[in-house]
């Protein structure tokens, strides 16, 4: 039982407080000290439990390239069964489809790799939401529609819905039939048909249609939250040919993984939205066909899902071993400290940790030390979250690029990670880091080719080695790195006035870091102490998280803490995050308000990458551009999960690749349970 009502966020009302955006949605904080990693896919091609439950970036495929700020592409290539089946002339017909290259399952699998088939389902699984979807809030939530803009999505929703495919932990670019039981691919690629499995329902027993699909896909892309419209404009149509075969048209302008966030696109009833508004805040849970419904809820307070135990597609190849438990239970907690208290006393079994302190001195209680409670540290593959401050670059005082690196020089790093964190972190220096998308060294004959268009409208150190953040002495107030910030400040026209430093306007220099928790505060105030020593007013300003996603949403903030979830194929979202058209639109997730010719031509270079190769060398070159533009202060970033959990679960022998595989393949187990006072 809970200790008190009040360690909760309390419930706000409807319609209060709008969200993000779909995938690119989270926290706009890091991922490790103080924050939550935004997904940047729209959409989570559901590996059914994996990109709901497992934390890793490359799980499922969430708003991550697996899942949105993760992203597509053009005209890429689409895997086909090894022996591929003729439908319509010049068609090929497939059980699934790829960004690159062949799948790795073939038509005839039973199950992924990395499941138990026989894992028994029962108990409750009971934590906190730790990656956003479309508007989805991590403090509290006040509508059960979290697809759309309007109000503060409740956690767990995106499992009470199907999609047409569904990801995999070990193939990084495949998605297997889960509501399409195979898809018809037209030479040019521009014309998909899924074609629906027959016995594919609703929870209230209804059909699941290929009218159903069409119209998900259609209002997703004209009343979905603005990511969603984004990422879905080159969707010229989504029509049902019969009750099942959905026919999906792009236009030839679409990205390389278009498809791929089509199918993994939720799949919404389209006779229980006939009479009502897509757009509006609910507390009704509207109708889906997924493995999990609400169970009952308190608004603002906690979520529970319990299982469907008939389930329409729980033994379908992409399903199995999965989906576990018998309920899943969301709490919400307004303070992260309260949160972890919460764990140790029960109210949650399983915790992933993202404070460094906690990890290395909160863990001596009494249920640890006698073993009732386990922590691990598990590496995740592939890239991780870009974290950092990011420049609201709209506002004039940040729009000189030396001004942007005069800021950047001055946190330290070194002294940060040995005196706050305990030593458990790396600087962060790319946007693809930890992967080969990361630019290093000069660019290569590929790179400079597309580059070369750019040159004079970029600085000059795209075309040479990328630039990394500076080592500092540790000392928490390096003078070198002062002084050299001050040199680049008074270059931009900055002057000062006694201990103030004014704007090239003649107004003082004044920054405001927006949050709506404290737990950035121990970093985030020895920071603000060396932009002081430089005579600019630094200070936090810490909000309630409705008038957050506001100001946020409207663009009114200096500067503010993001971390944008690391994807193994990156592509359409990387607009949502960096292109021009997103950082004039309201509620995107350009907050830096990147508008760079040179950054949009790269971007559409990366969607149109047909081999992985040609997509890390774009990336590649991107980075470079992005990071000689000086748009955040790099924080930090570790290649492991920190997880905890009450010793009632059991697990496959075997990890995905790209995931981490906890909690999605895991299982409670009763006699575990038992052991420790739990069963």
Known sequence: MRKTRLTHASPRLRGEGRDRGPAVAASPRGEGEGAHPVALHPATPPHPVASRLDPSPQAGRGLSRRALLAGAGALGAVALSPWPVPASEGEVESHGLSTFGELKYPADFKHFDYVNPNAPKGGTLALQIKRTIGNQNFDTFNTLQIYVLKGDGAAGMDATFDSLMAGSGDDPDGLYGLVAKAVRISPDRLTYKFLIRPEARFHDGSRLTARDVAFSIMTLKTKGHPTFRTVLSEVVSAEAEDDDVTVVQLSP??????????????????????????????????????????????????????????????????????????????????????????????????????????????????????????????????????????????????????????????????????????????????????????????????????????????????????????????????????????????????????????????????????????????????????????????????????????????????????????????????????????????????????????????????????????????????????????????????????????????????????ATGAPSTWWYDPEKAKRIGRG
């Open 253 to 658: 302008r679409r990205s390389r993984d278009l498809h791929l966030i089509v199918a993994g696109l939720p799949i919404f009833s389209a006779a229980y939205w006939k009479d009502r508004d897509f757009e509006a805040s609910t507390l009704e849970a509207p109708l889906g066909s997924g493995p999990y419904k609400v169970a009952r809820f308190e608004q603002g307070r906690y979520i529970e899902f319990e299982r469907v135990p008939d389930y329409w597609g729980k033994d379908l190849p992409v399903a199995v071993g999965q989906n576990n438990f018998e309920r899943i239970r969301y709490e919400y907690f307004r303070d992260r400290q309260v949160a972890f208290e919460a764990f140790k006393s029960g109210v949650m079994n399983y915790h992933e940790e993202y404070t460094s302190r906690t990890w290395a001195t909160g863990y001596d209680f009494p249920a640890f030390r006698e073993g009732r409670v386990k922590r691990e540290r598990i590496e995740r593959g592939g890239a991780v979250p870009t974290q950092g401050w990011y420049f609201n670059t709209r506002r004039e005082m940040f729009q000189d690029r030396r001004v942007r690196e005069a800021i950047a020089l001055v946190f330290d790093f070194e002294w940060t990670n040995a005196n706050i964190m305990f030593g458990l972190y790396k600087r962060l220096t790319s946007f693809f880091e930890n992967s080969e998308m990361k630019a290093q060294g000069a660019p290569g004959p590929e790179e400079l080719a597309l580059l070369a268009p750019f040159r004079g409208k970029v600085p000059e150190e795209v075309f040479g080695e990328p630039w990394v953040p500076p080592v500092s002495d540790g000392s928490g107030s390096d003078r070198v790195l002062l002084r050299r910030a001050d040199a680049l400040l008074r270059e931009a026209g900055c002057r000062r006035d006694g201990n103030v430093l004014k704007l090239p306007s003649g107004r003082p220099f004044e920054i405001e870091f927006l949050d709506f928790q404290s737990a950035l505060q121990p970093h985030t105030q020895p920071y603000q102490a060396n932009l002081k020593r430089l005579g600019i007013e630094a200070r936090s300003r810490i909000v309630d998280a409705a008038q957050y996603r506001r100001r946020m949403e409207e663009f009114d903030f200096d500067m503010a803490s993001m971390a944008l979830g690391g994807a193994m194929t990156p592509g359409d979202s990387l607009r949502v995050v960096f292109g021009s058209q997103a950082a004039a639109t309201p509620g995107s997730r350009n907050i830096a308000g990147i508008a760079d010719p040179a950054v949009d031509a790269l971007i559409e270079a990366i969607t149109q990458a047909d081999t992985r190769e040609k997509l890390n060398i774009a990336c590649r070159a991107l980075d470079r551009v992005l990071r000689a533009g000086r748009y955040m202060v790099p924080m930090w970033y570790r290649s492991d999960e920190w997880i905890a959990y009450w010793d009632m679960f059991s697990r496959p022998a075997v990890r995905p690749r790209y």
